[in-house]
C-alpha cells in the first residue's frame, strides 16, 4: 500500500521559513519522480515543485521560485520541501505526491497523495 505522511506544517510569520518533511512507504521511492502540490482556502490543487527519481532535476512553480528548494533523501524514503521568505499568500495545505509518467508531466500527472499538512502564513 502506497503511504505518503507529510510531517507537521505551523504557523509562520511573513519572511519566515518552514521545512516539510513526506516519508514514502509501499513502493520503490527511487523509481519515482515526486511533487509538492498545495491548495489554499476556497482554491484548486496547484503545483508547486517536483523532483526527479534521483533527484537530479528539478522544477519549480513561478511563484515560489527562488524561495522554495525541493529534495529527497532516496536511502530514507523521504521527500522535503524547504521554505524561505514565506509570504501570506503561501498559506495552504501542502501535500507530497508521487508522480508517474515522463518528467515533462510533472505538473500533473500524479497518483498518490499524502493527508497533507497546513502551512499558515500570518503575522
Known amino acids: 500500500e502506497v503511504q505518503l505522511v507529510e510531517s507537521a506544517g505551523g504557523l509562520v510569520q511573513p519572511g519566515g521559513s518552514l521545512r516539510l518533511s513526506c516519508a514514502a512507504s509501499?513502493?520503490?521511492?527511487?523509481?519515482?519522480?515526486m511533487s509538492w502540490v498545495r491548495q489554499a482556502p476556497g482554491k484548486g490543487l496547484e503545483w508547486v515543485s517536483g523532483?526527479?527519481?534521483?533527484?537530479?532535476?528539478?522544477l519549480y512553480a513561478d511563484s515560489v521560485k527562488g524561495r522554495f528548494t525541493i529534495s529527497r533523501d532516496n536511502a530514507k524514503n523521504t521527500l522535503f520541501l524547504q521554505m524561505n521568505s514565506l509570504k501570506p499568500e503561501d498559506t495552504a495545505v501542502y501535500y507530497c505526491?508521487?508522480?508517474?509518467?515522463?518528467?515533462?508531466?510533472?505538473?500533473?500527472?500524479?497518483?498518490?497523495r499524502g493527508q497533507g499538512t497546513q502551512v499558515t502564513v500570518s503575522s
Open positions: 523532483i526527479s527519481s534521483g533527484g537530479a532535476w528539478k
Open positions: 505526491a508521487r508522480n508517474y509518467g515522463s518528467w515533462g508531466e510533472v505538473r500533473s500527472n500524479y497518483d498518490y
Open positions: 509501499g513502493f520503490t521511492f527511487n523509481s519515482y519522480a
